[in-house]
């Protein structure tokens, strides 16, 4: 039976279910998580491996939205698992290990969660809960992805179709972007501030966020450098909304946007902000 109670927990549907893989090389530690997850709403367990190279060839000839991995295992590692497969076409990962000292380094190649051995049934749910949401968001915005292309050029990445364009049709000016369950439109007029969160990047618009599948990198080369400006490599922020510039000491600089967010400049940035900053006319 489905254990609705669960899905609503999580704010997820019952309707849907998440392939899981189990990764481990201690026969007792696979056969808890399975005793564990048996009941999980959605959890829908396709395979357990023992090492990382079964892992591997699980994940590339199926399609697995969520893998519960141990960090030390024969062979490849956990981490190993990741580089070989790549970051950005892994599952969704919660490490599962005896292991603490790995936790940095875990977050770093954007884990969902990290759970130390031996581990209680509520923490188990926790970090379950939080993967199941992250799968729930991809999906949706993969969905929202669709549409964009179906409406065409509404901010989508240029392509080189050998034809030239004026200078402002190389950039973009509205986003399709995620709000809950709904696809909305919103207009680069709007965005105050963007900021990089792991794969995806949040888009602060009025008094809202959304979620955008795209990398700041790739976010930043559509937009119009007149308008926006990357003050750290996880943030960018629309100049017309700066309100000040704050030193903190001789080399940190803070930006304060129209609505008080605070926003640090990097060192090897702020030259940069400063002459660009320095240059707007009003």
Known sequence: MIDTANCNNAGISPLWTVRTLIVDDEPIARRGLRNALR??????????????????????????????????????????????????????????????????????????????????????????????????????????ELLLKALGNVASPMRDDGNSHIATDRYASRLLVSLGTRSVVVPLDDVRLIEADGYYVRVFAGAARYTLRESL?????????????????????????????????????????????????????????IRTLGSIRG
Do not use: W
């Open 39 to 144: 009941e999980r709403c959605n959890i829908e367990i396709v395979g357990e491996c023992q090492n990382g190279e079964e892992a591997v060839d699980v994940i590339r000839q199926e399609h697995i939205d969520l893998v519960y991995l141990d960090v030390q295992m024969p062979g490849l590692d956990g981490f190993d698992v990741i580089r070989t497969i790549g970051a950005l076409a892994m599952p969704c990962v919660i490490f599962v290990t005896a292991f603490d000292q790995h936790a940095v380094r875990a977050f770093a190649v954007a884990a969902t969660d990290y759970v130390v051995k031996p581990f209680s049934p509520e923490r188990l749910v926790e970090a379950t809960d939080r993967a199941l949401c992250r799968i729930r968001e991809q999906r949706v915005v993969a969905a929202h």
């Open 217 to 273: 990198k790739d976010l930043e080369t559509r937009l119009n450098p007149a308008e926006f400006v990357r003050v750290h490599r996880s943030a960018i922020v629309r100049l017309s909304d700066v309100r000040s510039v704050e030193r903190l000491d001789h080399e940190r600089l803070e930006l304060v946007l129209s609505d008080g967010a605070r926003v640090p400049v990097s060192r090897t940035r702020r030259e940069f902000v």
